[in-house]
């Protein structure tokens, strides 16, 4: 759905949409600004190929079913045991003994998968979170900006950092009253410390999904790192004249936690049930600031099921200048893409 459509789908509800459709541009720029993938990589799965065989965990397989009845059989064809359950998506992750390689091995020689019950299979994707890379454009930035530096533009003690409200000139949108209020921003990244004074507050419940374990609001859910802290500073840090202040200071951050462990991608099938999570439990936007190779139909079918609710997706394109268009989940169409 594009911009236009979402407008006019929600005339009924218009100031809270308004917001999101006015707000989401601004949000977008600011956190790609400040956060970034991984290089962009080729999605063709190409089991000869030694570099792709890093791209994907070596004992974990994606089945998409045709109906529940099959779970238990497939498991027993894969002969492994299933890990992830996403029923919202008819798909299931498995555990086997055997490597992916040997998996699709075998499952070639079945023919027609069908008659399984199973409608494709998938290697469990790696993805990661990038570097954040500075340009000489952003070093010389405040000089551009020399004039309005005169002055206290958000009223925060560190207002000489945030260039980049400035540049969006927010205060406009903020006066017409699209500060996010009532808006939920999932940030499916390494967790949020709620505890931190610029989001004390500002934090909601969320999940982490490779545990299946619900995350108290307000609470220290980094436990991949300060990244995802950092994003949602980024978004919606407090407007109390102390610290910073985010693009968006009424919106809650639901934390939903993919890189964890000390920052390690948990994998699509984790992902996936953190994104139907997100969405079944009242998130709105989706702020994807990561990415890949390899094309999942597994978490497509996550994003489709958020963009099918009115959920709001946007993913960072990533830093590369070249090679762009095989990342993902950047390239999965009715998502929003930015690029720094």
Known sequence: ?????????????????????????????????????????????????SILSKTYFENRIIVGYTDKYYIEKIAQLLNGKIIVHVPELKAISIQTNKNVDAVFKNLEKLGDLSIYGIRY?????KRSIGPVEVNQSNKTFSKVLS????????????????????????????????????????????GVDGTHPDLQGQVTKGYRPKYDEILPENSDSSYGGSHGTHVAGIIAAKKDGKGIVGVAPKVKIMPVVIFDDGG?????????????????????????????????????????????????VVVAAGNSTSSQTFQYPANYPGIIQVGA
């Open 121 to 125: 299979v998938e290697p469990v994707y």
């Open 1 to 49: 759905m594009n911009i236009v459509g979402i407008v006019k789908w929600q005339k009924t509800n218009q100031l809270k949409f308004v917001f999101v459709i006015r707000i989401i541009p601004l949000f977008a720029v600011l956190f790609v600004i400040f956060t970034s993938c991984t290089k962009t990589q080729d999605d063709e799965f190409n089991r000869d190929s």
């Open 264 to 312: 390690w991608y948990i994998g699509d099938d984790y992902t996936a049930k953190g994104i139907v999570w997100a969405v079944n439990n009242g998130a709105k936007i989706l702020s994807n600031s990561w990415g890949g190779w390899g094309y999942s139909q597994l978490l497509k079918d996550a994003f489709d099921y958020a963009l099918e609710r009115n959920v709001t």
């Open 147 to 190: 004039v309005n530096l005169l002055r206290n533009y958000t009223g925060e003690t560190f207002d000489f950092y945030l260039w980049g409200l400035r540049a969006i000139e927010i205060s406009k949108a903020w006066d017409e009253g699209f500060n996010g209020d009532g808006v939920i921003v999932a940030v499916l990244d390494t």
